[in-house]
């Protein structure tokens, strides 16, 4: 079984930053593309911002030059910096990975349980 665990959620004022982080756990062999979503208070869920197992990135518009996705491969952890925070920015934040468990296995989507991002 594959876990994830978000951490780093609160509550912080408008302008203020914070950090979000996911630990992966379990029988790993791979792990492909890393995600955050979010989903704000009667929204639907959305990506906010994916990273490749090569380090290339890509975020929602709306996040572009506050938040930064990282991840440290050894480590299998993803993180999300958050700048410049906005009442917007209000959500529970999911972390969700595709992972493969063995060799010549297809890599499936986990999910972590969320972490309130903040209540700005």
């Known amino acids: 079984q594959v876990q994830l665990v978000e951490s780093g959620g609160g509550l912080v004022q408008p302008g203020g930053s914070l950090r979000l982080s996911c630990a992966a756990s379990?029988?790993?062999?791979?792990?492909?593309?890393m995600r955050w979503y979010r989903q704000g208070p009667g929204k639907q869920r959305e990506l906010v911002a994916r990273?490749?197992?090569?380090?290339?990135?890509n975020y929602l518009n709306s996040v572009k030059g506050r938040f930064t996705i990282s991840r440290d491969n050894a480590k299998k952890m993803v993180y999300l910096q958050m700048n410049s925070l906005k009442p917007e920015d209000t959500a529970v934040y999911y972390c969700?990975?595709?992972?493969?468990?063995?060799?010549?296995?297809?890599?499936?989507?986990?999910w972590g349980q969320g972490t309130q991002g903040t209540d700005s």
């Open positions: 990273i490749n197992d090569d380090g290339s990135t």
């Open positions: 379990g029988s790993i062999f791979r792990i492909n593309v």
């Open positions: 969700n990975a595709e992972v493969a468990v063995a060799p010549k296995i297809l890599p499936y989507d986990y």
